[in-house]
C-alpha cells in the first residue's frame, strides 16, 4: 500500500511493448475502448469476441470464441499465451426478467471460471476482472437486484478465491456508472442524447435513482494501472467519480448540452425495484493504483454528445461548423 503523497501509476513506456495481451469482450464498449489504448501504447493486443471481426491495419489480432466452452478457452491460451488478460465480455443487462438467469450464469460464470481455471494452470503475469456496482456489498443479508448482478457478485467470489487458494494473480475493477462515445445506444446517456437531437421528448422513470457517472476514458485507465501496478493481487478497486448525481439531473444537464427545445418526459416508464445507488470510493483506489478521475461529468457529457451528434446528424454537424 502506498502512502497518500505517492502514486504507484507510474507507468513505464515499454510496460505493454514486451507483453501479450488478451482482451475478451473486445468488441463492445470498454473491451473496444481498452484495445484502442492499448494499441497506441505498442501492446500486442489478441482481442475476443463470440462474432467474426475483420482485422483493421493497425488493429487487434482478433480471435473468434466463445469463453461458455471450456476446450475453446484451453485452445486461446495455447496459441495466444497471454501475460495480461483483461476480461470484459459476458451478457450486460439489468433487466430483472427471469429469462436471463440462465444466459446471463453462463455468460458470466462460466466464462469465468474457464478463464481464471486456465490462466491459473497456465501461468500468467496477471487477470484483471470487470467486476460491477451492481455487486451487493459484502454482507450475508444482501439482494443482488438481477440475474446481471448475481452473476457479476459470484464471479468476482471466484476471482478472490482463485486468488487467495491458487495463488491466481487477479484483481477486481468494480466499474461504475461508465459512458461516452460509442456506448450501446440502449443505454441511458444514449437513448437521451439521440431522443435530444432528434428534437423528441424521452421517455425516462422518474428520475430520482442516484448513480456515479464515469467517462469512458478514465476508466481505461484505471484498468491499466490495475494492470501494472505491483503487489496488489486478490484486491478490488473501484472506478467512478465517487459523487451521486439522480438521472434527473444527468438529463437535465444533457439538455443543457444539446441545447434543443424538446423536454424529457419524467415518470412516463417505471423504475426498477433493488436498484443499488452507490458511489465509488475512490479514496482507496487512489492507495491502491494511484489512479482519480480527470473528466468532468460536463466534459464528459459535451464529448459524448457531439460524438453521437457527428455520427449520426453528420450534415447538422458540417452546418454547425460553417
Not at 485452445?75 to 427471469?98: A, M, T
Not at 460491477?132 to 446481471?148: F, G, M, T, W
Not at 467519480?241 to 424538446?262: I, Y
Amino acid at each position: 500500500m502506498t502512502s497518500s503523497n505517492q502514486s504507484p501509476l507510474v507507468e513505464p513506456t515499454s510496460s505493454w511493448k514486451t507483453r501479450t495481451v488478451m482482451v475478451t469482450g473486445a468488441s463492445g464498449f470498454l473491451g473496444s475502448h481498452l484495445c484502442r489504448h492499448l494499441l497506441t501504447r505498442g501492446g500486442e493486443v489478441h482481442a475476443i469476441s463470440r462474432s467474426p471481426q475483420d482485422r483493421q491495419k493497425g488493429g487487434p489480432i482478433w480471435w473468434q470464441s466463445n469463453l461458455e466452452d471450456f476446450g475453446a478457452v484451453r485452445r486461446l491460451f495455447e496459441s495466444i499465451k497471454p501475460d495480461v488478460i483483461f476480461h470484459l465480455s459476458g451478457l450486460v443487462s439489468g433487466i430483472q426478467n427471469r429469462e436471463l438467469v440462465l444466459p446471463t450464469f453462463h455468460s458470466l460464470l462460466t466464462s469465468t471460471v474457464n478463464l481464471l481455471t486456465i490462466a491459473t494452470e497456465r501461468g500468467c503475469q496477471r487477470i484483471v476482472l470487470a467486476g460491477s456496482l451492481n455487486e451487493p456489498p459484502d454482507d450475508r443479508e444482501s439482494i443482488p437486484s438481477s440475474p446481471y448482478a448475481a452473476a457479476k457478485w459470484a464471479s468476482s467470489g471466484y476471482g478472490r478465491m482463485f486468488h487467495a487458494l491458487y495463488g491466481t494473480p487477479v484483481v477486481i475493477v468494480r466499474t461504475f456508472m461508465t459512458y461516452g462515445p460509442g456506448q450501446e445506444t440502449r443505454k441511458l446517456i444514449p437513448t437521451v442524447a439521440l431522443s435530444l437531437l432528434k428534437g423528441e421528448s424521452p421517455k425516462l422513470s422518474s428520475g430520482k435513482w442516484k448513480a456515479d457517472w464515469i467517462y469512458v476514458d478514465d476508466v481505461i485507465e484505471g484498468f491499466l494501472a490495475a494492470a501494472h501496478v505491483s503487489q496488489i493481487e486478490g484486491t478490488t478497486v473501484d472506478l467512478g467519480s465517487g459523487t451521486l448525481v439522480t438521472v434527473r439531473e444527468l438529463v437535465e444537464r444533457l439538455v443543457e448540452v444539446v441545447g434543443r427545445g424538446a423536454q424529457p418526459l419524467f415518470g412516463a416508464l417505471p423504475d426498477r425495484v433493488l436498484e443499488p445507488a452507490r458511489k465509488a470510493e475512490v479514496l482507496q483506489t487512489f492507495e491502491k493504483l494511484g489512479w482519480k478521475p480527470k473528466v468532468s461529468l460536463k466534459s464528459g457529457l459535451q464529448q459524448t454528445v457531439e460524438w453521437y451528434r457527428a455520427q449520426h446528424f453528420p450534415f447538422s454537424m458540417a452546418r454547425h461548423s460553417e
